[in-house]
């Protein structure tokens, strides 16, 4: 009998032993990569990265191409330092060559040690064409345009323009957020602060060492009172903005036209998060605490707001009108706050 139960219990298929089917999944190289300007596929891909990334040995017209550039990546490299001189002399744009050598460098991996070459170029073409930065909206800006729109009726406007800023968000994570991504005070079961939370389900560093769901957290007393007013009877299913991002930019530049801003200084909706950053840093904030607070892994990135435009401002280049306009609508911001606090 004990011989029985041994061998029933050798032989049992316990459960932790159980080999369960696993379901065949797409390879992760059929997957579009998320970089810098979203995510690319083969149909948004410049030309010449395209053909790079579809060189067919066995095809016999790329075939001897694809051949060559494994055989003799020096080829390649002089190649692609030729490409980028042409590009810079037929008003290319930086942004293909760079693309372009780093699928070269993908797609033949004996490439990067010779790439030195063509990344020369790159490094040339900065310095004659130094990348223009978004500009940073300065606090009174801000203040003047939410106020603004507040007291016209674009709510849904004032909120995820006061989150980008006061989270130090990107505008496109903001508009792509849901009502049910949104916490606001007096929905915390906690009851631990004051503070509105967002929850951004893709960011642009997601893929980049960060957490892939990231937050924004709004400390500021009266941002939280316009945000909660103006999104606190939203469905939760429904967009924070449910415009699309071309109307909210329109609004933008009409709320611009009506301070009389001139387009020439570059104030655009990108700077939202800049100007966040430069707001937190004149308040104190250790740089430590902004890079976290922005998401970034590198502080290199805090280095123009902060260095060269941390002491200066558009308020500076803005005219006698524009500024007596910012300063006569952003004096209403906190009574437009208030009155949002009590209703």
């Not at 009266?222 to 939760?236: E, N, P, Q, Y």
């Amino acid at each position: 009998m004990a011989q029985t139960a041994a061998h029933c219990y050798q032989h049992q298929p316990w459960r932790s032993e159980r080999v369960l089917p696993v379901p065949e999944r797409t390879p992760a190289t059929a997957w579009p990569l998320w970089a810098k300007r979203g995510l690319l596929d083969r149909g948004k891909l410049p030309p010449a990265l395209a053909r790079l990334s579809t060189l067919d040995r066995d095809d016999p017209d790329q075939g001897s191409f694809a051949k060559v550039f494994s055989r003799a990546p020096a080829l390649l490299a002089m190649a692609l330092r030729a490409y980028g001189n042409w590009l810079y002399k037929t008003g290319g744009t930086l942004h293909e060559l760079r693309h372009t050598i780093l699928a070269a460098q993908r797609r033949f991996m004996n490439l990067k040690p010779l790439s030195g070459v063509a990344w020369e170029i790159v490094s040339r073409w900065e310095y004659l064409e130094p990348p223009a930065h978004r500009v940073p909206i300065p606090e009174p800006v801000l203040k003047a345009l939410v106020a603004l729109a507040w007291m016209t009726g674009y709510f849904d406007f004032a909120g995820v323009t006061l989150l980008s800023f006061y989270g130090l968000g990107r505008i496109g994570e903001v508009l792509n957020s849901d009502r049910a991504d949104l916490l606001l005070p007096e929905e915390d079961l906690w009851d631990q602060g004051e503070d509105v939370y967002l929850r951004l389900r893709s960011s642009k560093t997601a893929t980049r060492g960060r957490s892939r769901v990231q937050h924004l957290k709004i400390s500021d007393r009266h941002a939280v009172d316009l945000i909660s007013k103006a999104f606190r009877g939203t469905d939760h299913g429904a967009r924070l903005f449910a415009k699309t991002p071309s109307a909210y930019r329109y609004r933008w530049n009409k709320f611009l036209q009506l301070l009389s801003i001139d387009s020439e200084l570059r104030l655009t909706p990108g700077g939202l998060r800049g100007g966040g950053a430069v707001h937190c840093y004149r308040l104190g904030l250790s740089v430590a605490d902004i890079q976290w607070r922005m998401r970034l892994k590198h502080q290199a990135t805090l280095e123009f707001y902060l260095q060269e435009v941390g002491a200066l401002s558009a308020l500076n280049h803005l005219g006698d009108t524009s500024s007596r306009k910012i300063r006569a609508v952003a004096a209403t911001y906190p009574f437009v706050s208030a009155v949002a606090a009590n209703q």
